[in-house]
């Protein structure tokens, strides 16, 4: 028999009676950290002469939970979910291949296929077998990316996710775009978006980073820190269940449970640049760093990949699923016990648990072993072109529309149907086939009202653009932040609902095209809380 390359392996070896590895490569995941580890940073990618150039292939095997995985083929192995880094104008070459063999138990009890076939109602095969750009009904061995909160268009092969359906027995696919000069410097990230099925493969851990370089160019204070990078993801016992049942939070993939906590080492006192992402399918987190059991002051750097405008120190960061956070951390003395917390967020009469918990040991070593500093972009040219969403906050709106997010509930008999909609227009399930719930223009600015009708707490994301976040509750932010992904609260059953304002900016011909906006807490997203804009393209512009 051939050496297997680890014990999860050697299950399926033994359970096919031989061991199904050539040249190196597994074929399932890769094996994840044990708890009590020292946490390290995903392995970095970096861009070359303008252009990153790396292959993934989507693999799968369920163990005590879930687990689907990027794989990248290193020199010494398989390595789990790379950080992708480019520059502004660079140019991304990434080719996936789907191998997912996974497939959940009949019948499956998610949300999005609870309610029978609704969300893929009037989807036929393929319109091409060969073609991955042509649609279809798609299948939880099927898959795409989404590289979210990047201003690319909602095109094929770029950031697409309504008719780009990846199957597990197609060649290479390629993704081909180019991270906009004007886009910038910060933390995003790339997950699938299958319709229905992107909790489970979100679950199963399929998740990376994203980083476009040149933030010490934006906020100096950066520059020479160490750069801790921190995904924050989440797996559930029973990935099927329309049902939320236990699960755990994750540190780059090492469970957060007591007593083998992940530890983040540092050099007593010394400064560090954190850069958070939370690629949980579900969890608002209360992000939150304690000495002695006391919250420390941390300099807000970036929100969702865009730096923020003024200076500020936070003892809790709340970050929505999806949301990322920058910021800069003091070490701890020698002699203090210090730990990096989720100090627990209420979701609302019915929303889900959210518990305070520990994430992290930090523990202090003067030998540490700290990550390197942040590597310095080599765009120059892009320093000299107006960041995109100049000049939004004093834009004049050329349309204002509410929205708002609700429920059906069918007691305990089924799953609970979840909407998005557009005042005036009638609640309903998502469908495939829908046609755009709003359509607007290329040079548009507008501005949103997302109302929580429900008692849950919802996320508000929308693709291809960030938005300003104006206001909550009818009450302006002192300092509009740029964002791509918004709490929206829940409703406790009486008073007004609650609701933030947002500067929609559609003036990017880039962005012409359908694309969609749904809460991200993925298990609604799935069931239907889901609905696609047209921004039509300016007279003188192709139609894609």
């Known amino acids: 028999m051939t050496p297997c390359l680890n014990h999860r392996i050697l299950k399926v070896c033994v359970a096919l009676g031989g061991c199904l590895i050539a040249s190196g490569q597994t074929i399932g995941c890769p094996a994840r950290p044990t708890g009590g580890s020292v946490v390290a940073n995903p392995l970095d990618l970096n861009s070359q002469n303008g252009v990153l150039q790396a292959a993934l292939t989507l693999r799968s095997e369920k163990l005590v939970y879930l687990e689907e995985c990027f794989i990248y083929q290193s020199a010494s192995g398989a390595i789990e979910a790379p950080t992708l880094r480019l ?211 941390v300099e807000m750097i970036a929100l969702d990949g865009i730096p923020v405008t003024q200076p500020s120190t936070l003892t809790k960061i709340d970050l929505a699923p999806a949301g990322r956070a920058e910021f800069i951390v003091q070490g701890p003395a020698a002699n203090q016990t210090a730990g990096f917390w989720q100090g627990g967020y209420d979701t609302g009469p019915i929303g889900n648990p959210n ?19 942040m590597p310095p972009t080599s765009n120059t040219r892009a320093a000299l072109i107006p960041p995109k969403f100049a000049g939004l906050a004093d834009a004049e709106p050329t349309a204002v529309r509410k929205l708002y997010f609700s429920e059906a509930t069918n007691g305990t008999n089924g799953p609970t149907k979840f909407f998005i909609t557009l005042d005036g227009q009638t609640p309903k399930v998502f469908e495939m086939s829908d046609p755009p719930a709003i359509t607007t223009d290329v040079g548009a600015v507008e501005d949103w009202t997302i109302e929580n009708r429900t008692g849950e707490t919802h996320a508000f994301h929308i693709h291809q653009i960030h938005f300003l976040w104006l206001a909550t509750n009818g009450t302006p932010n002192p300092t509009p932040q740029l964002m791509d992904t918004v709490i929206v609260p829940a409703w406790t059953a009486t008073g007004a609902y609650p609701s933030v304002k947002l500067r929609m900016d559609f003036r990017d011909p880039a962005i012409a095209g359908k694309f969609v906006y749904h809460c991200h807490v993925l298990d609604h997203e799935d069931a239907g809380m889901m609905a696609t804009i047209l921004v039509k393209p300016a007279a003188s512009m192709p139609v894609r």
């Open 87 to 297: 520059n502004p104008g660079d140019r991304l070459l990434l080719d996936l291949t789907n191998r997912l063999s996974y497939t959940p138990p009949a019948p499956l009890q998610r949300p999005s296929v609870g309610i029978p076939a609704s969300h893929m109602a009037n989807m036929p095969s393929r319109k091409s077998s060969k073609d991955p750009c042509s649609g279809g009904a798609m299948a939880p061995t099927s898959t795409n990316i989404h590289f979210h909160g990047v201003n690319i268009p909602p095109v094929c092969h770029q950031d697409e996710v309504l008719n780009t359906t990846i199957e597990n027995t197609d060649p290479a696919f390629q993704y081909d775009f180019r991270i906009p000069s004007s886009d910038a410097p910060g933390m995003y990230w790339y997950h699938p978006h299958l319709h229905g099925f992107a909790t489970l493969q979100v679950n199963g851990g399929a998740s990376g980073v994203l980083m476009v370089n040149g933030m010490e160019k934006v906020k100096p204070q950066v520059a020479e820190l160490p750069e801790r990078v921190i995904v924050i993801r989440q797996q559930f016992s029973d990935p099927n269940s329309w049902i939320a049942g236990p699960y755990q939070l994750t540190v780059n993939f090492q469970p957060a449970v007591k007593p083998n906590f992940p530890v983040i080492e540092m050099i007593p006192g010394k400064k560090e640049f954190w850069r958070v992402a939370n690629a949980t399918s579900q969890a608002f987190l209360d992000l939150q760093v304690l000495f002695d059991n006391v919250p420390q002051d």
């Open 355 to 373: 518990k305070k918990q520990q994430l992290a040991v930090i523990q202090p070593n003067d030998e540490a072993l700290i990550p390197p500093s």
